[in-house]
């Protein structure tokens, strides 16, 4: 049973991962950037590649290029493999594609990425994938279980840096003007921000973020194919941060625990899933999409909503330090206004 | 230079599935200005409804394709009025809908999954006798898979430009407001586009499978690259322009897939797409409507 | 002892085409630093599309803009708006999932919006912040908006939303506001009240250039008019000189 949590709580931290990435160009800046697994599958491949070492002669399966590289230089690698596919992807589609056009560039390159990965078997394993990934921080114990721990630890440290980087990133003047942007480009425009910048700096920030939870996954599961990182995974990930609530970090959270966790995980010990898995995988998906349905119906904002800015410790607001009284209509002071703005603000 | 006039043979053939796939797809998003990803899978579950009814319920050929396609067609007006129609009138993102629609897809594949299971199955038209066509090897199949091409065309040309609806059509796709003044039921427009497109969907499901060895829930998948880039490549809206853009990317496909490597297709379609956003993104022909889905403010 | 007035804004020989259509045809003005301008003329008359080329948010295909003594032609509308020309829209372009305070904080130039100051520095802009939070503020007072500071912006009055964009504009600290139809929607008491901010806020010597609709607005606000009509510009004065002119008369009146 403990196993069972452990290893719950591993796909827990990898997920949440990825669905803050996808919440920090999907939710807080509003990019509709659905080819965001790529960067999955970026930093997935370059854990492997920098650790599984150079191709043996004799294996079975085939790629161009590896070194074995101990931790936690891999996984570094993968973060920055991802942030460069950020990066390009960023530059050729976010200066003019908007909407619906970002959708299909980005779906675009993800399924050019995916098709010469399986067209050329000998670049990245092709459609068989590649196995024998070494796990990080191995050599610390022999046990099973307590190789499980340490990686339930390592991945729970990295989602916690993830996650304090994205609470970060929203609750800063960036966050905000990332917002902004989001709301209104062209008014954004007339107050001196350029909108490009900050919507590449968040496609970098989120490639590279969810590179950290591919090359995580690869290493956790030691093996690597083009599945995970395919169209479908696009979906439990959205689903996840609308449920849970776009914009918001720990709506995220909540939204990952529900459908990667609960649903996810859970659904097969229901009786008589568990006896047919493929019913338990169909049911599965039917919850996710009917979720998401109800949610946008009902609750588009999602189970926490994105909070309203706030500024607890800032000092207290003393309004008669205002310019000159003389400039000013005789009431001056708070509770007058407040009283004469009662009328005003029913103004239509 | 025989490999490259084979190869412009199977090209004439994709290109005939991609047409059909491609108008409606395009007059889906230019008339209700909807992306529906859910396309591809609606497309093939008119194969799987067309196997259940052929070799299940053992009725004739066409009568099974007939009612299959109807079905789609019925699935796809419920779609638009039941799930997609709600949305719209309440204002929803499109970023939201366009969710709504994958979503829908990828629901749509599990449940196939569950009742049909994952197993392959065929279903073809006409026999294996291959005809020689001055270079050009295609099967009986293949060329009743033109012909329907042909036909599917010609009575889309006829129904856009003769026929009231046809003009209706038009007319809501370019400005729905001001057609809904001059005494056009919108709505029911709107319906009987999804029908017809929802039909023209099925058609192309169907040939998509009798062209296709076996086929199974992942068919359809990657198919939607091909038809994305037809539709952009033509002009949204355009389905004159989806005819030609899949004209030319079926010949293009096939000439990659036979002289570069076998998943070419899939990847010229993809860069043809991603060219053509990048450098010239009305397409190659005007579009039926201005409103192309989500452009910016 | 006069005062010298140099000009803050001028567009020369400008002039753009829209898919055949020519809408704005050689036109040409000068914008008095500390003024109030009024840009009026009947609908289609190029007045938005010229605002546009200045604020650098549509190109120009011939002509110069030069702003506070620099050329601005082709430059994109953010650089623009960095040097001190900020400009509203026709429709109110609040931030509607914002509450007001931020709508404000998001206008002035502030040290936690680069990647690096934003992500390790919190110490740095945190005292920015305050300072930046106090401004918006009292500015929200002045306006009469700060009762509803931590309302969000979409949930306001057609011409609260007015309010807040001026006041927002504020905290960039332009030299120039060029203000689209700023009375379009607006209902009466309040139409006074931004007529009054426009004074009070030109009286510090921030200069204008207003678009509007409603005459009796432009007479209160603007001691001189252009007048557009299809695309170039017709004439200029004050209101009452304008109403002597007939090729004014006949423009509105085609």
Known sequence: ?348 | MSLFIESTGFGIVVASILSIAAVGFTLQWGVTNILNLAYVDFMILTAYLDYSLTQVAGLDFWLSAILSVLAVGGLSVAFNHFLIQPFVRRGIKFFYLLIIAFATGTVLQYVIQSIWGSTFFNISVGGNQSYDLGGMLLTESQLIIIGMALVVMFSLHMLLTRTDFGRSMRAVAINPVLAQCSGIRTAVVLNATWFLTGVLCGISGLVLAFNTATFDVNTGTVYIAQILAAVVLGGIGSPYGAMLAALIIGLISEWASAFINPFFNVVVALIVLVGVLLFRPEGLLRSLTTSSGGGTS | ?254
């Open chain 3, 1 to 254: 002892m006069p005062v010298t007035s140099d000009a803050i804004l001028e567009a020369d020989g400008v002039s753009c085409a829209f898919g055949g259509v020519q809408a704005v045809d050689h036109a040409s003005l000068k914008i008095d630093r500390g003024t109030i301008t009024g840009l009026i003329g009947p609908n289609g008359a190029g007045k938005s599309t010229l605002v546009n080329i200045i604020s650098g948010h549509t190109k120009a295909q011939e002509g110069k803009i030069v702003f506070a003594g620099h050329e601005t032609t082709g430059i994109p509308a953010y650089q623009v708006a960095r040097r001190g020309l900020i400009r509203t829209f026709q429709l109110s372009s609040e931030f509607p999932n914002m509450t007001l305070l931020e709508n404000m904080l998001v206008a002035p130039r502030q040290m936690g919006t680069g990647f690096w100051n934003a992500m390790f520095r919190k110490s740095v802009w945190n005292r920015q912040e305050y300072e930046l939070l106090d401004k918006a503020r009292h500015l929200l007072v002045e306006f009469g908006l700060y009762k509803l500071a931590d309302e969000y912006a979409g949930n306001l009055s057609g011409g609260q939303k007015r309010l807040l964009e001026i006041a927002r504009a504020l905290m960039a600290d332009p030299t120039m506001l060029v203000l689209d139809e700023p009375m379009a929607g607006v209902a009466g008491v309040l139409i006074d009240r931004l007529v009054d901010h426009i004074l009070e806020l030109n009286r510090s010597g921030l200069t204008f250039l207003v678009i509007e609709h409603d005459l009796e607005v432009v007479d209160r606000l603007c001691e001189n008019v252009y007048v557009m009509a299809q695309g170039s510009v017709l004439a200029y004065g004050s209101m009452s000189d304008l109403r002597q002119n007939e090729s004014v008369l006949e423009a509105y009146l085609d």
């Open chain 1, 1 to 348: 049973m403990t196993a069972f949590l452990v290893t719950m709580g591993i796909y827990f931290f990898i997920d949440l991962i990825l669905v803050l990435s996808a919440n920090l160009q999907l939710g807080l800046m509003g990019m509709a950037n659905l080819g965001f697994v790529l960067f999955l599958g970026i930093g997935a491949y370059a854990a492997t590649v920098f650790s599984i070492g150079p191709e043996p002669a004799n294996s079975l399966q085939q790629y161009f290029f590896g070194v074995a590289l101990p931790f936690p230089l891999p996984i570094i690698l993968a973060i920055v493999c991802g942030m460069i596919g950020g990066l390009i992807v960023g530059l050729v589609s976010l200066y003019r594609m908007r909407g619906h056009y970002l959708a299909i560039i980005t779906l675009a390159i993800l399924t050019i990425c995916s098709t010469l990965v399986e067209g050329y078997p000998k670049f990245l394993g092709g459609s068989n994938g590649l196995t024998g990934i070494k796990q990080p921080l191995a050599s610390l114990t022999s046990s099973y279980n307590g190789y499980q721990l340490i990686f339930l630890g390592l991945s729970a440290v990295l989602c916690l840096a993830a996650f304090l980087f994205c609470q970060r990133f929203i609750h800063s003047p960036l966050g905000r003007m990332a917002k902004a942007v989001r709301e209104n480009e062209s008014a954004v425009t007339t107050l001196g921000i350029n909108p490009f910048r900050v919507r590449l700096l968040a496609t970098v920030c989120g490639g590279g973020m969810a590179a950290l939870s591919g090359a995580l996954l690869a290493e956790y599961v030691t093996a690597w194919g083009i599945a995970p990182w395919s169209f479908t995974e696009i979906f439990p990930a959205t689903a996840a941060m609308i449920i849970g609530g776009r914009g918001n970090n720990w709506g995220v959270a909540l939204g990952t625990f529900m459908t990667y966790v609960v649903v996810g995980e859970g659904l097969p010990f229901l009786p008589g899933i568990s006896a047919d898995p493929e019913l338990g995988y169909a049911i599965q998906w039917i919850i996710y999409g009917v979720a998401l349905v109800a949610f946008l119906w009902f609750r588009p904002s999602g189970l926490l909503p994105e909070r309203k800015g706030r500024w607890k410790h800032a000092p207290e607001f003393v309004p008669a330090m205002v310019s000159a009284p003389s400039d000013l209509p005789a009431a001056a002071t708070i509770a007058e206004q407040v009283a004469q703005e009662g009328v005003h603000a029913s103004d239509q």
